[in-house]
Protein backbone atom coordinates (compact mmCIF):
# COMPACT_ATOMS: atom_id res chain seq x y z
CA UNK A 1 0.00 0.00 0.00
CA UNK A 2 1.74 3.22 -0.83
CA UNK A 3 2.02 6.13 1.26
CA UNK A 4 -0.25 8.55 0.47
CA UNK A 5 0.38 12.38 2.34
CA UNK A 6 -2.84 15.10 1.13
CA UNK A 7 -2.45 18.89 1.29
CA UNK A 8 -3.42 20.16 4.22
CA UNK A 9 -6.81 21.11 2.60
CA UNK A 10 -7.10 18.10 0.46
CA UNK A 11 -5.06 18.73 -2.81
CA UNK A 12 -2.14 16.31 -3.34
CA UNK A 13 1.11 18.20 -2.57
CA UNK A 14 3.01 16.22 -4.61
CA UNK A 15 8.41 21.28 -21.67
CA UNK A 16 9.86 20.24 -24.90
CA UNK A 17 10.54 20.54 -28.48
CA UNK A 18 8.44 21.75 -30.94
CA UNK A 19 8.36 21.50 -34.32
CA UNK A 20 9.22 24.43 -37.35
CA UNK A 21 5.34 23.55 -38.48
CA UNK A 22 3.95 25.12 -35.14
CA UNK A 23 2.29 28.23 -35.63
CA UNK A 24 2.79 31.05 -33.46
CA UNK A 25 0.29 33.99 -32.02
CA UNK A 26 1.21 37.65 -32.35
CA UNK A 27 1.99 38.80 -28.89
CA UNK A 28 0.16 41.37 -27.45
CA UNK A 29 1.40 41.31 -24.07
CA UNK A 30 5.17 39.94 -22.16
CA UNK A 31 2.78 37.72 -20.28
CA UNK A 32 -0.13 36.29 -22.05
CA UNK A 33 -2.82 33.04 -22.35
CA UNK A 34 -2.69 31.03 -25.27
CA UNK A 35 -4.74 28.17 -25.92
CA UNK A 36 -2.66 25.46 -28.06
CA UNK A 37 -4.94 23.19 -29.91
CA UNK A 38 -4.51 19.60 -31.27
CA UNK A 39 -6.62 17.83 -34.11
CA UNK A 40 -5.84 14.28 -34.74
CA UNK A 41 -8.35 11.22 -36.00
CA UNK A 42 -7.90 7.57 -35.28
CA UNK A 43 -6.97 5.99 -38.47
CA UNK A 44 -5.20 8.83 -40.12
CA UNK A 45 -1.36 10.00 -40.00
CA UNK A 46 -3.09 13.96 -40.28
CA UNK A 47 -3.00 16.03 -37.45
CA UNK A 48 -3.42 19.52 -37.21
CA UNK A 49 -1.32 21.84 -34.70
CA UNK A 50 -2.58 25.09 -33.94
CA UNK A 51 -4.31 24.96 -37.69
CA UNK A 52 -0.91 23.78 -39.37
CA UNK A 53 -1.24 19.66 -41.07
CA UNK A 54 1.44 17.36 -39.50
CA UNK A 55 2.29 13.93 -40.70
CA UNK A 56 1.72 11.66 -37.20
CA UNK A 57 2.05 7.40 -37.03
CA UNK A 58 -1.33 7.02 -37.03
CA UNK A 59 -3.87 6.72 -33.91
CA UNK A 60 -5.32 3.67 -33.24
CA UNK A 61 -7.71 1.93 -30.31
CA UNK A 62 -7.40 -0.51 -27.93
CA UNK A 63 -9.94 -1.87 -25.60
CA UNK A 64 -11.85 1.39 -26.70
CA UNK A 65 -8.92 3.27 -25.68
CA UNK A 66 -7.40 5.59 -28.45
CA UNK A 67 -3.03 5.52 -28.56
CA UNK A 68 -1.16 7.81 -29.89
CA UNK A 69 2.15 8.72 -30.64
CA UNK A 70 3.83 10.16 -27.12
CA UNK A 71 5.85 12.82 -29.31
CA UNK A 72 2.54 14.30 -30.20
CA UNK A 73 2.53 15.62 -26.82
CA UNK A 74 6.15 17.48 -27.25
CA UNK A 75 5.34 18.87 -30.70
CA UNK A 76 1.95 20.31 -30.02
CA UNK A 77 2.45 21.56 -26.59
CA UNK A 78 5.96 21.59 -26.24
CA UNK A 79 5.66 19.17 -22.52
CA UNK A 80 9.06 17.74 -21.76
CA UNK A 81 9.09 13.68 -22.55
CA UNK A 82 11.70 11.85 -20.64
CA UNK A 83 11.95 7.96 -20.94
CA UNK A 84 13.54 6.66 -17.82
CA UNK A 85 14.90 3.06 -16.65
CA UNK A 86 14.38 2.01 -20.17
CA UNK A 87 10.70 1.20 -19.40
CA UNK A 88 9.00 4.89 -17.35
CA UNK A 89 7.91 7.45 -19.28
CA UNK A 90 7.50 10.76 -17.68
CA UNK A 91 5.47 13.45 -20.06
CA UNK A 92 5.62 17.27 -18.09
CA UNK A 93 3.67 20.14 -18.34
CA UNK A 94 3.78 23.18 -16.49
CA UNK A 95 3.25 21.54 -12.97
CA UNK A 96 1.99 18.68 -13.97
CA UNK A 97 3.60 14.81 -14.50
CA UNK A 98 2.37 11.88 -15.83
CA UNK A 99 4.26 8.86 -15.41
CA UNK A 100 3.55 5.56 -17.48
CA UNK A 101 5.54 2.28 -17.35
CA UNK A 102 5.69 0.06 -20.48
CA UNK A 103 3.10 -2.73 -20.34
CA UNK A 104 1.07 -0.89 -17.35
CA UNK A 105 -2.07 0.32 -17.34
CA UNK A 106 -1.66 2.26 -14.47
CA UNK A 107 -0.76 6.10 -14.78
CA UNK A 108 0.36 8.61 -12.48
CA UNK A 109 -0.51 11.85 -12.63
CA UNK A 110 0.76 15.02 -10.27
CA UNK A 111 1.66 11.38 -7.48
CA UNK A 112 -1.47 10.28 -7.90
CA UNK A 113 -3.01 6.55 -9.19
CA UNK A 114 -5.01 6.15 -12.54
CA UNK A 115 -6.33 3.76 -14.35
CA UNK A 116 -5.71 4.22 -18.19
CA UNK A 117 -7.35 0.65 -19.51
CA UNK A 118 -4.54 0.38 -21.70
CA UNK A 119 -0.81 -0.09 -21.58
CA UNK A 120 1.94 2.12 -23.88
CA UNK A 121 3.35 -0.21 -26.17
CA UNK A 122 6.00 0.01 -29.11
CA UNK A 123 4.74 -0.05 -32.65
CA UNK A 124 7.56 -0.38 -35.28
CA UNK A 125 9.62 1.60 -32.86
CA UNK A 126 7.39 4.37 -31.74
CA UNK A 127 6.13 4.50 -28.45
CA UNK A 128 2.05 4.67 -28.45
CA UNK A 129 0.36 6.32 -25.45
CA UNK A 130 -3.24 6.42 -24.36
CA UNK A 131 -4.71 9.68 -25.51
CA UNK A 132 -6.93 10.83 -23.00
CA UNK A 133 -5.58 9.85 -20.10
CA UNK A 134 -2.40 11.67 -20.62
CA UNK A 135 -3.76 14.80 -22.10
CA UNK A 136 -6.45 15.46 -18.87
CA UNK A 137 -3.15 14.71 -17.10
CA UNK A 138 -1.64 17.39 -18.62
CA UNK A 139 -4.39 20.04 -17.50
CA UNK A 140 -5.64 19.51 -21.48
CA UNK A 141 -9.29 19.07 -22.78
CA UNK A 142 -10.60 16.47 -24.89
CA UNK A 143 -14.01 16.60 -27.09
CA UNK A 144 -14.86 15.51 -30.74
CA UNK A 145 -15.71 17.84 -33.14
CA UNK A 146 -18.24 16.90 -36.10
CA UNK A 147 -15.78 16.14 -38.72
CA UNK A 148 -15.07 12.99 -35.97
CA UNK A 149 -11.75 14.35 -34.90
CA UNK A 150 -10.54 14.66 -31.50
CA UNK A 151 -9.69 18.07 -30.53
CA UNK A 152 -7.20 18.55 -27.42
CA UNK A 153 -7.25 22.26 -26.43
CA UNK A 154 -4.39 23.27 -23.62
CA UNK A 155 -4.30 27.29 -22.37
CA UNK A 156 -0.63 27.99 -21.73
CA UNK A 157 0.80 30.87 -20.26
CA UNK A 158 3.65 32.06 -22.85
CA UNK A 159 6.39 35.15 -22.15
CA UNK A 160 7.07 36.80 -24.84
CA UNK A 161 8.43 39.85 -26.91
CA UNK A 162 6.04 42.39 -27.66
CA UNK A 163 6.68 43.47 -31.37
CA UNK A 164 6.13 47.03 -30.34
CA UNK A 165 8.18 47.58 -27.94
CA UNK A 166 11.15 50.17 -28.28
CA UNK A 167 13.65 47.74 -26.45
CA UNK A 168 12.41 44.21 -29.03
CA UNK A 169 15.52 42.48 -30.13
CA UNK A 170 15.19 43.44 -33.70
CA UNK A 171 15.41 47.66 -32.45
CA UNK A 172 18.83 46.89 -30.64
CA UNK A 173 21.18 47.13 -32.59
CA UNK A 174 23.81 47.21 -30.37
CA UNK A 175 22.92 43.66 -29.85
CA UNK A 176 24.34 40.60 -31.80
CA UNK A 177 23.86 37.72 -29.34
CA UNK A 178 20.90 36.81 -27.07
CA UNK A 179 20.19 34.47 -24.19
CA UNK A 180 19.04 33.87 -20.69
CA UNK A 181 20.55 35.10 -17.87
CA UNK A 182 18.80 32.96 -15.21
CA UNK A 183 19.68 29.98 -16.77
CA UNK A 184 22.69 31.03 -17.60
CA UNK A 185 23.44 30.51 -21.61
CA UNK A 186 23.77 33.10 -24.67
CA UNK A 187 24.20 32.44 -28.64
CA UNK A 188 24.29 34.46 -31.44
CA UNK A 189 21.53 35.93 -33.05
CA UNK A 190 21.56 36.33 -37.13
CA UNK A 191 20.25 38.88 -38.80
CA UNK A 192 17.19 36.45 -40.25
CA UNK A 193 16.54 35.34 -36.98
CA UNK A 194 13.41 36.40 -35.04
CA UNK A 195 12.13 35.77 -31.13
CA UNK A 196 9.00 33.94 -31.14
CA UNK A 197 8.24 33.26 -27.67
CA UNK A 198 9.44 32.08 -24.18
CA UNK A 199 7.69 29.36 -22.58
CA UNK A 200 7.68 27.01 -19.29
CA UNK A 201 8.41 29.19 -17.22
CA UNK A 202 11.20 30.78 -19.27
CA UNK A 203 13.02 27.41 -20.02
CA UNK A 204 11.88 27.53 -23.71
CA UNK A 205 13.18 30.21 -25.74
CA UNK A 206 12.31 29.21 -29.66
CA UNK A 207 13.10 31.43 -32.51
CA UNK A 208 11.89 31.35 -35.83
CA UNK A 209 14.06 32.87 -39.63
CA UNK A 210 12.52 35.84 -40.97
CA UNK A 211 11.15 33.74 -44.25
CA UNK A 212 10.27 30.61 -42.26
CA UNK A 213 12.72 28.32 -43.28
CA UNK A 214 14.09 27.31 -40.07
CA UNK A 215 12.94 27.34 -36.72
CA UNK A 216 15.08 27.23 -33.40
CA UNK A 217 15.09 26.72 -29.73
CA UNK A 218 16.44 26.45 -26.75
CA UNK A 219 14.91 24.44 -23.47
CA UNK A 220 16.27 23.79 -19.82
CA UNK A 221 15.73 21.02 -18.09
CA UNK A 222 16.55 19.80 -14.54
CA UNK A 223 18.96 16.99 -14.76
CA UNK A 224 20.50 16.07 -11.25
CA UNK A 225 22.42 12.90 -12.38
CA UNK A 226 25.89 13.63 -14.42
CA UNK A 227 25.56 12.36 -18.05
CA UNK A 228 28.89 11.89 -19.62
CA UNK A 229 28.47 12.56 -23.73
CA UNK A 230 27.92 9.11 -24.50
CA UNK A 231 24.77 8.72 -21.88
CA UNK A 232 23.57 12.20 -23.28
CA UNK A 233 24.16 10.36 -26.97
CA UNK A 234 21.72 7.29 -25.85
CA UNK A 235 19.41 9.64 -23.90
CA UNK A 236 19.17 12.12 -27.79
CA UNK A 237 18.30 8.62 -29.45
CA UNK A 238 16.12 6.91 -27.42
CA UNK A 239 13.75 10.51 -27.40
CA UNK A 240 13.75 10.44 -31.41
CA UNK A 241 13.38 6.81 -32.04
CA UNK A 242 10.24 7.21 -29.49
CA UNK A 243 8.99 9.95 -31.33
CA UNK A 244 8.94 8.70 -34.30
CA UNK A 245 12.00 10.06 -35.84
CA UNK A 246 14.73 8.66 -37.88
CA UNK A 247 18.35 8.80 -36.54
CA UNK A 248 21.04 9.97 -39.35
CA UNK A 249 24.02 11.22 -37.73
CA UNK A 250 25.52 10.89 -34.66
CA UNK A 251 28.68 12.23 -32.67
CA UNK A 252 29.70 12.97 -29.27
CA UNK A 253 32.09 16.08 -28.61
CA UNK A 254 34.42 15.97 -25.32
CA UNK A 255 36.64 19.48 -26.56
CA UNK A 256 35.81 22.59 -25.52
CA UNK A 257 34.55 23.69 -21.67
CA UNK A 258 31.36 21.80 -22.16
CA UNK A 259 31.04 18.33 -23.72
CA UNK A 260 27.84 17.70 -25.79
CA UNK A 261 26.44 15.46 -27.65
CA UNK A 262 24.56 15.80 -30.98
CA UNK A 263 22.61 13.97 -33.65
CA UNK A 264 20.82 14.15 -36.70
CA UNK A 265 17.45 13.35 -37.99
CA UNK A 266 14.09 13.54 -40.07
CA UNK A 267 10.65 13.42 -38.71
CA UNK A 268 8.00 11.65 -40.59
CA UNK A 269 7.19 14.67 -42.62
CA UNK A 270 10.54 14.58 -44.31
CA UNK A 271 11.54 17.51 -42.08
CA UNK A 272 15.09 17.72 -41.25
CA UNK A 273 16.85 18.49 -37.88
CA UNK A 274 19.56 18.63 -35.43
CA UNK A 275 19.59 18.59 -31.52
CA UNK A 276 22.22 19.10 -29.12
CA UNK A 277 22.57 18.28 -26.02
CA UNK A 278 24.60 19.95 -22.85
CA UNK A 279 24.54 19.10 -19.17
CA UNK A 280 26.16 21.30 -16.37
CA UNK A 281 25.45 22.18 -13.03
CA UNK A 282 22.12 20.32 -12.30
CA UNK A 283 20.66 21.74 -15.67
CA UNK A 284 20.48 19.79 -19.22
CA UNK A 285 20.19 22.32 -22.33
CA UNK A 286 18.58 21.04 -25.19
CA UNK A 287 19.37 22.89 -28.71
CA UNK A 288 17.27 22.25 -31.71
CA UNK A 289 17.33 23.65 -34.94
CA UNK A 290 14.71 22.65 -37.89
CA UNK A 291 14.98 23.50 -41.59
CA UNK A 292 12.09 23.09 -43.56
CA UNK A 293 14.71 23.31 -46.89
CA UNK A 294 17.15 21.13 -46.45
CA UNK A 295 17.06 17.97 -48.52
CA UNK A 296 19.55 16.24 -47.07
CA UNK A 297 21.04 15.83 -43.28
CA UNK A 298 24.17 17.66 -44.93
CA UNK A 299 22.24 20.83 -45.68
CA UNK A 300 21.89 21.32 -41.85
CA UNK A 301 25.78 22.52 -42.06
CA UNK A 302 24.96 25.66 -43.12
CA UNK A 303 23.67 26.33 -39.61
CA UNK A 304 26.68 24.91 -37.96
CA UNK A 305 27.27 28.52 -36.91
CA UNK A 306 24.49 29.68 -34.96
CA UNK A 307 24.81 25.75 -33.21
CA UNK A 308 28.33 26.04 -32.83
CA UNK A 309 27.79 29.54 -30.99
CA UNK A 310 25.76 28.22 -27.86
CA UNK A 311 27.66 29.08 -25.14
CA UNK A 312 26.66 28.10 -21.31
CA UNK A 313 27.24 31.37 -19.78
CA UNK A 314 25.94 34.69 -19.86
CA UNK A 315 28.67 37.60 -18.57
CA UNK A 316 26.82 40.50 -17.72
CA UNK A 317 29.69 42.53 -18.77
CA UNK A 318 28.94 41.66 -22.45
CA UNK A 319 26.73 44.33 -23.89
CA UNK A 320 26.07 42.98 -26.88
CA UNK A 321 23.81 40.07 -25.56
CA UNK A 322 19.91 41.01 -25.62
CA UNK A 323 18.78 39.05 -21.93
CA UNK A 324 15.56 37.31 -22.80
CA UNK A 325 14.91 36.74 -19.16
CA UNK A 326 12.21 38.33 -17.59
CA UNK A 327 13.30 37.19 -13.91
CA UNK A 328 14.10 39.97 -11.69
CA UNK A 329 15.62 40.21 -7.75
CA UNK A 330 14.66 36.55 -8.24
CA UNK A 331 10.82 36.37 -8.87
CA UNK A 332 9.03 35.94 -11.73
CA UNK A 333 5.40 37.57 -13.23
CA UNK A 334 2.33 35.06 -12.35
CA UNK A 335 -1.23 35.81 -13.48
CA UNK A 336 -5.02 34.32 -14.01
CA UNK A 337 -6.90 36.85 -15.80
CA UNK A 338 -10.10 34.90 -15.06
CA UNK A 339 -9.58 36.08 -11.57
CA UNK A 340 -7.90 39.26 -11.59
CA UNK A 341 -4.75 37.77 -9.82
CA UNK A 342 -1.03 39.30 -10.35
CA UNK A 343 1.68 38.20 -8.33
CA UNK A 344 4.98 37.26 -8.00
CA UNK A 345 6.28 34.25 -7.22
CA UNK A 346 10.33 32.54 -6.61
CA UNK A 347 11.83 32.29 -10.11
CA UNK A 348 12.37 28.41 -9.57
CA UNK A 349 9.41 27.58 -8.32
CA UNK A 350 6.77 25.59 -11.25
CA UNK A 351 3.82 27.70 -12.13
CA UNK A 352 0.49 26.22 -13.23
CA UNK A 353 -1.74 29.72 -13.65
CA UNK A 354 -4.91 27.56 -14.07
CA UNK A 355 -5.12 26.14 -10.67
CA UNK A 356 -2.95 29.18 -9.41
CA UNK A 357 -0.92 26.79 -7.69
CA UNK A 358 3.35 27.51 -7.35
CA UNK A 359 5.13 25.17 -5.82
CA UNK A 360 9.06 24.45 -5.34
CA UNK A 361 10.78 21.01 -5.77
CA UNK A 362 11.97 21.49 -1.98
CA UNK A 363 8.66 21.31 -0.51
CA UNK A 364 7.09 25.53 -0.41
CA UNK A 365 3.91 24.93 -2.17
CA UNK A 366 1.50 28.21 -2.75
CA UNK A 367 -2.36 28.33 -3.79
CA UNK A 368 -4.90 30.53 -4.41
CA UNK A 369 -8.72 29.84 -4.23
CA UNK A 370 -11.45 32.35 -4.41
CA UNK A 371 -14.89 31.34 -3.44
CA UNK A 372 -18.23 32.33 -2.60
CA UNK A 373 -18.64 34.19 0.92
CA UNK A 374 -21.66 33.15 2.55
CA UNK A 375 -24.13 35.46 3.49
CA UNK A 376 -23.43 37.83 6.77
CA UNK A 377 -20.21 35.99 7.69
CA UNK A 378 -16.71 37.53 8.56
CA UNK A 379 -13.33 37.10 7.83
CA UNK A 380 -12.99 35.79 11.63
CA UNK A 381 -15.44 33.61 11.45
CA UNK A 382 -13.68 32.22 8.00
CA UNK A 383 -10.61 32.09 10.04
CA UNK A 384 -11.62 30.22 12.59
CA UNK A 385 -14.12 27.27 10.59
CA UNK A 386 -10.48 26.51 9.30
CA UNK A 387 -8.69 26.56 12.95
CA UNK A 388 -12.10 23.88 13.36
CA UNK A 389 -11.53 22.05 10.32
CA UNK A 390 -7.51 21.34 11.55
CA UNK A 391 -8.43 20.49 14.81
CA UNK A 392 -10.63 17.65 13.38
CA UNK A 393 -8.32 16.85 10.82
CA UNK A 394 -5.39 16.32 12.90
CA UNK A 395 -4.85 15.01 16.21
CA UNK A 396 -4.16 16.98 18.86
CA UNK A 397 -0.13 16.61 18.70
CA UNK A 398 0.19 16.74 15.47
CA UNK A 399 -1.09 20.79 15.18
CA UNK A 400 -0.72 23.70 16.52
CA UNK A 401 -2.14 27.40 15.64
CA UNK A 402 0.85 29.57 16.42
CA UNK A 403 -0.11 33.09 15.61
CA UNK A 404 -3.19 34.96 14.18
CA UNK A 405 -1.91 38.76 12.43
CA UNK A 406 -3.40 41.55 9.45
CA UNK A 407 -1.50 42.38 6.47
CA UNK A 408 -2.34 44.69 3.49
CA UNK A 409 -2.62 42.75 0.32
CA UNK A 410 -3.85 44.71 -3.06
CA UNK A 411 -5.09 47.72 -0.98
CA UNK A 412 -7.10 45.81 1.46
CA UNK A 413 -6.55 44.28 5.16
CA UNK A 414 -6.56 40.09 5.07
CA UNK A 415 -6.14 37.95 8.68
CA UNK A 416 -3.50 35.71 7.87
CA UNK A 417 -3.07 32.41 10.38
CA UNK A 418 0.10 31.25 11.02
CA UNK A 419 -0.14 27.13 12.45
CA UNK A 420 1.96 23.94 12.35
CA UNK A 421 1.31 20.94 11.11
CA UNK A 422 3.11 17.25 11.05
CA UNK A 423 2.43 14.00 9.17
CA UNK A 424 4.96 12.17 10.91
CA UNK A 425 7.68 13.07 8.32
CA UNK A 426 8.37 16.73 10.16
CA UNK A 427 6.95 19.70 10.73
CA UNK A 428 5.28 22.11 8.31
CA UNK A 429 4.67 25.53 8.58
CA UNK A 430 1.75 27.20 6.76
CA UNK A 431 0.63 30.69 6.53
CA UNK A 432 -3.14 30.98 5.17
CA UNK A 433 -4.30 34.70 4.22
CA UNK A 434 -8.46 35.83 4.66
CA UNK A 435 -9.45 38.20 2.33
CA UNK A 436 -13.31 38.76 1.43
CA UNK A 437 -14.28 41.59 -0.79
CA UNK A 438 -17.72 42.33 -3.19
CA UNK A 439 -18.98 39.17 -1.77
CA UNK A 440 -16.25 36.40 -2.87
CA UNK A 441 -13.14 35.26 -0.46
CA UNK A 442 -9.57 35.62 -1.14
CA UNK A 443 -7.96 32.35 -0.32
CA UNK A 444 -3.75 31.99 0.03
CA UNK A 445 -2.44 28.80 1.47
CA UNK A 446 1.65 29.55 1.79
CA UNK A 447 3.47 26.06 3.58
CA UNK A 448 7.29 25.01 3.39
CA UNK A 449 8.88 22.43 5.72
CA UNK A 450 9.54 24.10 8.98
CA UNK A 451 13.27 24.14 8.49
CA UNK A 452 13.14 26.05 5.37
CA UNK A 453 13.42 29.21 7.03
CA UNK A 454 13.99 31.42 4.13
CA UNK A 455 10.77 30.76 2.88
CA UNK A 456 9.08 33.11 5.36
CA UNK A 457 10.86 36.02 3.32
CA UNK A 458 9.32 34.96 0.32
CA UNK A 459 5.62 34.40 1.53
CA UNK A 460 6.40 38.38 2.49
CA UNK A 461 7.60 39.03 -0.64
CA UNK A 462 4.95 37.04 -2.77
CA UNK A 463 2.02 38.60 -0.59
CA UNK A 464 3.45 42.29 -0.89
CA UNK A 465 3.77 41.60 -4.88
CA UNK A 466 -0.36 40.70 -5.24
CA UNK A 467 -2.77 42.69 -6.86
CA UNK A 468 -6.03 42.20 -7.40
CA UNK A 469 -8.98 43.57 -9.59
CA UNK A 470 -11.91 42.91 -7.50
CA UNK A 471 -14.62 43.75 -9.85
CA UNK A 472 -12.61 40.95 -12.10
CA UNK A 473 -14.41 38.05 -10.71
CA UNK A 474 -18.03 39.85 -10.47
CA UNK A 475 -17.95 40.10 -13.74
CA UNK A 476 -16.91 36.49 -14.70
CA UNK A 477 -18.74 34.35 -12.39
CA UNK A 478 -21.92 34.19 -10.18
CA UNK A 479 -21.74 31.41 -7.47
CA UNK A 480 -18.49 29.82 -6.91
CA UNK A 481 -17.61 26.68 -4.80
CA UNK A 482 -17.51 26.38 -1.45
CA UNK A 483 -14.90 26.38 0.46
CA UNK A 484 -13.62 22.46 0.67
CA UNK A 485 -12.66 22.67 4.83
CA UNK A 486 -16.21 24.29 5.02
CA UNK A 487 -17.70 21.05 3.95
CA UNK A 488 -19.63 19.21 7.05
CA UNK A 489 -17.52 15.55 7.24
CA UNK A 490 -20.61 14.09 8.03
CA UNK A 491 -22.66 14.81 4.79
CA UNK A 492 -22.02 11.95 2.32
CA UNK A 493 -23.48 11.65 -1.36
CA UNK A 494 -24.65 8.35 -2.62
CA UNK A 495 -22.67 6.80 -5.89
CA UNK A 496 -23.78 3.84 -7.81
CA UNK A 497 -22.30 1.67 -9.98
CA UNK A 498 -24.39 -0.58 -12.67
CA UNK A 499 -21.65 -2.07 -14.31
CA UNK A 500 -20.43 -3.59 -10.38
CA UNK A 501 -23.94 -3.71 -9.00
CA UNK A 502 -23.05 -2.13 -5.91
CA UNK A 503 -23.31 1.73 -4.41
CA UNK A 504 -21.67 3.23 -1.32
CA UNK A 505 -22.18 6.53 0.15
CA UNK A 506 -18.79 8.76 -0.07
CA UNK A 507 -18.46 12.23 2.56
CA UNK A 508 -18.46 15.17 0.36
CA UNK A 509 -15.72 16.47 1.34
CA UNK A 510 -13.56 14.04 0.01
CA UNK A 511 -11.51 14.22 -2.88
CA UNK A 512 -12.27 12.42 -6.03
CA UNK A 513 -9.36 11.50 -8.21
CA UNK A 514 -10.89 8.88 -10.08
CA UNK A 515 -14.26 8.37 -9.48
CA UNK A 516 -16.32 7.20 -12.95
CA UNK A 517 -18.08 4.29 -10.95
CA UNK A 518 -18.39 2.34 -14.58
CA UNK A 519 -14.76 1.35 -14.08
CA UNK A 520 -12.53 0.10 -11.71
CA UNK A 521 -11.12 1.04 -9.77
CA UNK A 522 -12.52 4.47 -8.29
CA UNK A 523 -10.57 6.25 -5.54
CA UNK A 524 -10.98 9.03 -3.45
CA UNK A 525 -8.62 11.07 -1.35
CA UNK A 526 -8.34 13.56 1.58
CA UNK A 527 -5.84 14.91 3.98
CA UNK A 528 -4.06 12.18 5.22
CA UNK A 529 -6.19 9.32 3.53
CA UNK A 530 -7.42 7.25 0.89
CA UNK A 531 -10.40 4.84 -0.02
CA UNK A 532 -10.79 2.85 -3.17
CA UNK A 533 -13.16 -0.17 -4.90
CA UNK A 534 -11.34 -2.45 -7.01
CA UNK A 535 -13.82 -4.91 -9.15
CA UNK A 536 -12.19 -7.99 -10.83
CA UNK A 537 -13.64 -10.59 -12.67
CA UNK A 538 -10.60 -12.40 -13.59
CA UNK A 539 -9.92 -13.46 -9.75
CA UNK A 540 -11.91 -15.26 -7.44
CA UNK A 541 -12.33 -14.08 -3.80
CA UNK A 542 -9.86 -17.12 -2.66
CA UNK A 543 -7.46 -16.33 -5.73
CA UNK A 544 -7.32 -12.67 -4.37
CA UNK A 545 -6.78 -13.74 -0.50
CA UNK A 546 -4.46 -16.02 -1.34
CA UNK A 547 -2.21 -12.97 -3.20
CA UNK A 548 -2.94 -10.57 -0.20
CA UNK A 549 -1.65 -13.51 2.55
CA UNK A 550 1.50 -13.79 0.20
CA UNK A 551 2.01 -10.27 -0.42
CA UNK A 552 1.97 -9.53 3.60
CA UNK A 553 4.19 -11.67 4.13
CA UNK A 554 6.94 -10.37 2.05
CA UNK A 555 5.95 -7.55 2.97
CA UNK A 556 6.70 -8.38 6.50
CA UNK A 557 10.24 -10.12 5.51
CA UNK A 558 11.51 -7.40 3.11
CA UNK A 559 10.41 -4.06 4.92
CA UNK A 560 11.24 -3.56 8.89
CA UNK A 561 8.31 -0.72 9.39
CA UNK A 562 5.60 -3.36 8.01
CA UNK A 563 2.80 -4.87 10.55
CA UNK A 564 0.45 -7.07 9.83
CA UNK A 565 -2.05 -6.22 12.38
CA UNK A 566 -4.83 -9.31 11.78
CA UNK A 567 -6.62 -10.98 9.30
CA UNK A 568 -10.26 -12.11 9.96
CA UNK A 569 -13.45 -13.54 8.49
CA UNK A 570 -16.04 -11.54 8.86
CA UNK A 571 -19.67 -10.81 7.36
CA UNK A 572 -19.64 -7.85 4.77
CA UNK A 573 -22.54 -6.38 3.37
CA UNK A 574 -24.26 -8.90 4.16
CA UNK A 575 -22.02 -11.67 2.88
CA UNK A 576 -18.84 -13.41 4.00
CA UNK A 577 -15.51 -11.53 3.49
CA UNK A 578 -11.92 -11.65 4.26
CA UNK A 579 -10.37 -8.59 5.87
CA UNK A 580 -6.67 -7.73 6.67
CA UNK A 581 -5.33 -4.76 8.91
CA UNK A 582 -2.07 -3.43 9.09
CA UNK A 583 0.39 -0.28 10.04
CA UNK A 584 3.47 0.63 7.83
CA UNK A 585 5.50 3.73 8.17
CA UNK A 586 7.28 4.96 4.75
CA UNK A 587 8.95 7.82 4.02
CA UNK A 588 8.41 8.43 8.00
CA UNK A 589 4.77 8.81 7.63
CA UNK A 590 3.02 5.90 9.74
CA UNK A 591 -0.31 4.99 8.73
CA UNK A 592 -2.70 2.34 9.04
CA UNK A 593 -4.45 0.30 6.40
CA UNK A 594 -7.07 -2.13 5.40
CA UNK A 595 -8.06 -4.19 2.81
CA UNK A 596 -11.69 -6.24 2.79
CA UNK A 597 -12.13 -8.48 -0.33
CA UNK A 598 -15.28 -9.91 -1.18
CA UNK A 599 -17.29 -12.10 -4.25
CA UNK A 600 -20.30 -11.60 -5.36
CA UNK A 601 -22.09 -12.83 -8.91
CA UNK A 602 -18.53 -13.81 -9.93
CA UNK A 603 -16.95 -10.18 -9.62
CA UNK A 604 -14.35 -10.17 -6.88
CA UNK A 605 -14.40 -6.73 -4.86
CA UNK A 606 -11.54 -5.02 -3.24
CA UNK A 607 -12.23 -2.11 -0.72
CA UNK A 608 -9.15 -0.36 0.48
CA UNK A 609 -8.51 2.34 3.11
CA UNK A 610 -5.66 4.21 4.72
CA UNK A 611 -5.25 6.71 7.09
CA UNK A 612 -2.07 8.33 8.18
CA UNK A 613 -1.72 8.20 12.41
CA UNK A 614 -1.38 11.98 12.44
CA UNK A 615 -5.07 12.52 10.59
CA UNK A 616 -6.79 9.25 12.66
CA UNK A 617 -9.04 12.15 14.47
CA UNK A 618 -12.60 11.03 16.03
CA UNK A 619 -14.29 12.83 12.81
CA UNK A 620 -11.77 11.52 10.02
CA UNK A 621 -12.13 7.66 11.25
CA UNK A 622 -15.99 7.91 11.54
CA UNK A 623 -16.50 9.68 7.91
CA UNK A 624 -14.11 6.67 6.69
CA UNK A 625 -15.87 3.59 8.57
CA UNK A 626 -19.25 5.15 7.47
CA UNK A 627 -18.11 4.77 3.48
CA UNK A 628 -17.00 1.18 4.08
CA UNK A 629 -20.22 0.04 6.07
CA UNK A 630 -22.20 1.91 3.56
CA UNK A 631 -20.88 -0.23 0.58
CA UNK A 632 -23.95 -1.96 -0.76
CA UNK A 633 -24.77 -4.87 -3.43
CA UNK A 634 -27.73 -3.50 -5.51
CA UNK A 635 -28.48 -6.84 -6.74
Known amino acids: MKKHVMHVLGTAILTGILTAGVSMPQWASAAEMITSELRIKTGSTGAYINGNKQTIIKPYQTNGVTMVPVGIFKKAFGSEIRLEKDDVIKIKEGAHTVTLTMGSTIAWVDGVKKEMGAAPQMVNGVLMVPLRPVAAGIGATLAPNASGELVIRLPQWSEAADPDDEDDIALDDNKTKVGNSYYGWSINYPADLMFLQSGDQERLM ?25 DMLQQLVQEAKINGGTVLDRQTVSKGETPYARIVGKDPDGTFWEMRQYVSEGRQYDVYLADSEALNYKDLGKRASLLNSFQLSFPASDKSIKDLSTVEDGMRFAANEDYGIELQVPAGWSVDNNQMTYQDKNGAFLQLRVTSAPPRTTVKEWSGQLDQWMRETFVGESYEPVRSYTMNIAGETAEVSEFRYNFGDGWQTEFDVFLQKNGYRYYAEFSFPEAQEANRKWFERVMDSMQIDFDTVADNFGQLDEDPYLIDKSKTVKRTSKRYQYSVNIPRYWTPYSDQFEYSPVMYTFTGGEFSIAANANSSVEMTVSQLREAYAEAAKSRKNFKLLGSEE ?34 TYTITTALNDANSTEAQVAALEKAVNSFTFTK
Open 206 to 230: SFRSTDGSYYFEVYVSDQEVALDPD
Open 570 to 603: LTFAGIPAFSFRYHEVENGIPYSGRQIVIEQGGM
